[in-house]
Structure formats: structure tokens, C-alpha cells
């Protein structure tokens, strides 16, 4: 009966945490929302009125369906019951409306489906290593991952002020998560599956899925040493797996095949006419490049060692746009994108093969595939960060270095986000909300590991403590004077340039941990 009286009580904290955010993304349903409000209505619009051979073709807007099948038959369901708030909105011709019954249900909608990312935070709080017994619920690691997930700031600014739906994706990768931490493999498997035909960005961490369900699902066994025993291969599971990707990706892009289109829905998924940043540069390794590129650029006019004649216009005077012209450094094309990538995606999937962890083995891998994919990938869009923060949530309630770890790429990483929110309501919020999260996330995390070491060290303080006065400046300064004019783009590239070191740092710092991590005996037996 205690034990019952225990859960009832988990439930209820739980069921708190959930409806109190679920109330907050109410209170933001009049705020700004951004073109991908409009992107979505449009997807509406042709998912309803367009027979599916005409779906990956229309073109009517700019903002052309360029997510994978599921996400398209997805926006078709959520259409008929669009159709009862107002039938205009499905009109493939009204661009950019706006009624109020349009943003209230494509605002609800993002709300509704975020259900299935709060079951999936309670499943991985169950994941959660319960050995740090706390009398008092706030310090348990459970209510604080439950926090970190329920409440994550990037996650509320992009899917319900920006809009857009990353919730119930996020939710399918947790639960799927969840499921392989409950060696519940076939389960994991089809949710990723799935969640690949809903958005493709996932296949930036499928490495660390594929080599996992591998390790620790095909392969039945290890030597007492912890090396594997080649003989444990079972024929059978290799099977089952391959049977689940074949039939998720039969229903999902079966019927593009019978309509011989499935090379133009490849061609949408992957545009890489776009160029190497996005318009908002994300802080990764390219925007360190680009700035890099800047200053030589700069440097070399002033000593007259560049022709300013030949120097390409859009590099030096529009600042962040997405053709970006390299003068000094070499330019970058996709392959080299990709190849930088898989190089640095490789270390950490040798790690998860030869030196198996478990689950916490895998959440590495995950992160750092997250991590390296977003340092060097295509075009990637700041938002991407999110791809890291939530999975390594997991790990900073059970490790002091990985919270650390954790609350350097969290600051960094969501105050990279704030370019999205550029108008002046949304000023007090996006800062109230971050500061919160940053508070709750530092206090709680401190106090978990209070009898280990300082989660941080003075200097990585310090370059947190700047972020202050970089907003200060970009805010409040930059905009009196008359700089404003002329170089409109700065706050976007100090933002940038500085979150990007902090990113960096801590993909950096998670490799090291992981490459230079040794074995316990136990960690082998398992």
C-alpha cells in the first residue's frame, strides 16, 4: 500500500508539471509566429484538396511541402478537422491567411499532439537510475529530468511562439529512447522508423541507433571481458529488424514508388540549392568559418592585400544571408558538409561498439551524432540544437560531468535561439522564460550533485556569465546607434560567433569524456 501511495503521489507531481506547462502554451497562443505558421497552413491546404500524386508537385507558394510522407498524411488527418474551424484556411490560394480560428487551431493543434511527448518523459523518468534517494520530491533526479523536458525553453519558444511541431516528433525519439533503455528493442525500432518518415533531420543520430540495436540486440551475448562473442548473432532478430524498416518505409514511401515520383520527393527532402548557413546562422563550426572569412576579408582590404573589385557584394554588406561567397578561405559545398560529418560522427560510434555502456552508451552516441551533425552539416537551422539538449537531459540528472556538460550547451544553445523572436512583445518573455529554465536548471543540477565537484569551472562561468551584456548590447545598445544602418547585421553575428564557441566547447568536452571513460567490470558484464 505505500508503494501505491508512492506512484499515486509520482502521478500527481507529474500530472502537475504537465498541466502547468500545457496552460502556459495557452497563455502564448496570441503571441508572434513566424512564416512557418503559414508553411503549415499551406501543407493543409494541398493534403486536403490534392490527390496524392499532386502533393510533392504544387507550387503554388514558396513554401512547398518538404517533410517526408507521414508528416504529409499527418497534416492531412489534422485537415479534416481544420475544416470545422474555418474552411478558407484550406484554400491552397489564400496565402498567408490569418484568421482567428486559423491561429487558434493550428496553435491547438501544436498543443493537442504534445501529448504524446509528455507520455513519452514519463516513460524515460521511469528509465531514470533511481540510487539517489531524496526525502524531498524537488531534488529527486525523476522531477527534475521531468523539468527539464516538460519545461525545456527551446522547445516552448520554437513550437509555440515561432510554431512549429516538434513536440510530438521529440516525443517519438524519447519514447523510442525509453523503450531501448527497457530493452524493449523491436519497439525503439519501429518508433524511430517511424519517426524518419515524419521528419528526416532524425538520420543524423540513426548511426547511434543502428549500431546500438546492433551491439546490444542482434548480438545475444559477450566474453567475460566485455568483448563480443561472435557466435551470440542471432539470424533471427537481423530480420525482424529489417522486416520493421522495410514495411515502415513500404507504407511510407511505397506509393511515391508505384507513382514513379519518388525521385522528386527525394529532391524536395534534400534541397542543397540552399547554401551552406541558413539565414539566421545556427552556432556551429561554419559560422565560426564564415566570421573567420569576415575578418581576413577585412583585415586584407585594410592592408591592401585583396582587390576590393573582386571581392563578391553579398559577403560583405548583407551579412547574414544564405548564398554566402567565402573570399579568403576556400567555399564549402555539400560534400564537404558531409564528409566532415561522418568523420565526426565516426569516434563516437567506434565508442558505442568497442567500449558498450548500456543504455547511458547509447545516449552519448545520440548526442554527439546530434552534436557533430549540427557543427558540421548543411544548411543546418539553429533550432537543430534542440536534437542534443533534449536526449542529453537524460544523462545530466545521473552524472556531475554530464551536467556540466549539459548547462553549457543548454545557455548556449537556447540563447542561440533568441534571433528567432525578434519582435519587441515577445522582448520580457523570451528573456523571463529562458531565465527561469536557467535558474531552475543550474539550482536543481547543483543540488543533485552537491557532494561532487563544481558542475562548472571559472572560466566556463565566466563565458556564461557574458551572455548578460551580449543580450544587453544586442538589445538595448546596438539598436541607438548608428551602426544599426550600415551593419544590421551584427547582434545576429556576435550571437552567432559567441554561442558558437560555447557549443563547440561542449561537443568537445562530451567527446573527451566519452574517448577517455574507462570501463568498470560490472559495465563489461552487461
Given at each position: 500500500s505505500a508503494g501505491r501511495a508512492m506512484a499515486a503521489g509520482g502521478r500527481s507531481w507529474f500530472r502537475?508539471?504537465?498541466?502547468?506547462?500545457?496552460?502556459?502554451?495557452?497563455?502564448?497562443?496570441?503571441?508572434?509566429?513566424?512564416?512557418?505558421?503559414?508553411?503549415h497552413r499551406n501543407w493543409l491546404a494541398i493534403t486536403h484538396n490534392l490527390p496524392l500524386s499532386q502533393w510533392y508537385y504544387e507550387a503554388t507558394s514558396e513554401w512547398?511541402?518538404?517533410?517526408?510522407?507521414?508528416?504529409?498524411?499527418?497534416?492531412?488527418?489534422?485537415?479534416?478537422?481544420?475544416?470545422?474551424?474555418d474552411p478558407k484556411m484550406l484554400v491552397i490560394e489564400n496565402l498567408n491567411y490569418t484568421s482567428r480560428a486559423t491561429i487558434f487551431?493550428?496553435?491547438f493543434s501544436v498543443i493537442?499532439?504534445?501529448?504524446?511527448?509528455?507520455?513519452?518523459?514519463?516513460?524515460?523518468?521511469?528509465?531514470?537510475?533511481?540510487?539517489?534517494?531524496?526525502?524531498?520530491?524537488?531534488?529527486?533526479?525523476?522531477?527534475?529530468?521531468?523539468?527539464?523536458?516538460?519545461?525545456?525553453?527551446?522547445?516552448?519558444?520554437?513550437?509555440?511562439?515561432?510554431?512549429?511541431?516538434?513536440?510530438?516528433?521529440?516525443?517519438?525519439?524519447l519514447l523510442s529512447v525509453a523503450r531501448l533503455c527497457q530493452k524493449r528493442y523491436l519497439e525503439g525500432a519501429l518508433l524511430f522508423a517511424v519517426l524518419l518518415?515524419?521528419?528526416?533531420?532524425?538520420?543524423?543520430?540513426?548511426?547511434?541507433?543502428?549500431?546500438?540495436?546492433?551491439?546490444?540486440y542482434c548480438f545475444t551475448a559477450n566474453n567475460a571481458d566485455g568483448s563480443l562473442k561472435w557466435r551470440s548473432f542471432s539470424f533471427l532478430h537481423v530480420t525482424l529488424l529489417g522486416l520493421i524498416v522495410?514495411?515502415?518505409?513500404?507504407?511510407?514511401?511505397?506509393?511515391?514508388?508505384?507513382?514513379?515520383?519518388?525521385?522528386?520527393?527525394?529532391s524536395r527532402l534534400f534541397p542543397f540549392k540552399r547554401g551552406l548557413c541558413h539565414a539566421y546562422w545556427a552556432p556551429n563550426f561554419w559560422a565560426l568559418y564564415n566570421a573567420m572569412d569576415k575578418a581576413l576579408t577585412i583585415f586584407g582590404l585594410k592592408c591592401n592585400f585583396l582587390d576590393p573589385t573582386k571581392i563578391p557584394k553579398a559577403s560583405m554588406t548583407g551579412g547574414l544571408v544564405q548564398e554566402f561567397q567565402h573570399t579568403v578561405l576556400p567555399s564549402v559545398t555539400p560534400l564537404a558538409t558531409l564528409i566532415c560529418t561522418f568523420i565526426s560522427i565516426l569516434p563516437s560510434v567506434f565508442c558505442l561498439w568497442f567500449k558498450p555502456q548500456g543504455p547511458r552508451g547509447f545516449l552519448q552516441c545520440l548526442v554527439l551524432c546530434a552534436l557533430s551533425s549540427?557543427?558540421?552539416?548543411?544548411?543546418?537551422?539553429?533550432?537543430?540544437?534542440?536534437?542534443?539538449i533534449l536526449p542529453l537531459s537524460l544523462l545530466s540528472v545521473q552524472r556531475a560531468k554530464d551536467a556540466g556538460i549539459y548547462l553549457i550547451l543548454t545557455t548556449t544553445g537556447h540563447f542561440s535561439l533568441f534571433p528567432l523572436l525578434f519582435t519587441p512583445p515577445e522582448l520580457p518573455i523570451k528573456i523571463l522564460l529562458m531565465l527561469l529554465f536557467t535558474v531552475y536548471s543550474f539550482s536543481s543540477l547543483k543540488s543533485l550533485f552537491r557532494r561532487e565537484r563544481p558542475l562548472l569551472n571559472w572560466l566556463e562561468t565566466i563565458y556564461l556569465a557574458q551572455l548578460v551584456p551580449l543580450e544587453i548590447f544586442c538589445e538595448i545598445i546596438f539598436p541607438l546607434t548608428p551602426w544599426k544602418g550600415h551593419f544590421p547585421f551584427v547582434p545576429l553575428l556576435l550571437t552567432s560567433v559567441y554561442c558558437a564557441l560555447g557549443v563547440a566547447y561542449a561537443w568537445l568536452k562530451l567527446y573527451v569524456s566519452v574517448l577517455t571513460e574507462r570501463i568498470s567490470v560490472r559495465q563489461k558484464a552487461e
Open positions: 502537475a508539471l504537465a498541466l502547468g506547462v500545457s496552460f502556459l502554451k495557452c497563455l502564448l497562443i496570441p503571441a508572434y509566429y513566424s512564416t512557418d505558421f503559414e508553411v512547398t511541402l518538404d517533410y517526408p510522407p507521414f508528416f504529409a498524411w499527418f497534416e492531412y488527418a489534422l485537415s479534416h478537422v481544420a475544416k470545422y474551424f487551431f493550428q496553435r493537442f499532439t504534445d501529448i504524446l511527448f509528455i507520455y513519452a518523459v514519463r516513460e524515460c523518468c521511469r528509465c531514470v537510475n533511481g540510487k539517489r534517494a531524496a526525502k524531498d520530491i524537488l531534488e529527486k533526479p525523476t522531477f527534475i529530468l521531468a523539468v527539464l523536458l516538460l519545461w525545456n525553453f527551446g522547445l516552448l519558444i520554437v513550437d509555440h511562439i515561432h510554431f512549429q511541431y516538434n513536440g510530438f516528433l521529440f516525443g517519438l525519439m518518415h515524419f521528419k528526416h533531420i532524425y538520420m543524423y543520430v540513426a548511426p547511434s541507433y543502428g549500431i546500438y540495436l546492433l551491439r546490444s522495410c514495411l515502415v518505409s513500404a507504407l511510407s514511401l511505397g506509393p511515391f514508388i508505384v507513382l514513379g515520383q519518388l525521385p522528386q520527393v527525394i549540427f557543427m558540421f552539416g548543411w544548411h543546418v537551422h539553429e533550432k537543430a540544437i534542440l536534437l542534443a
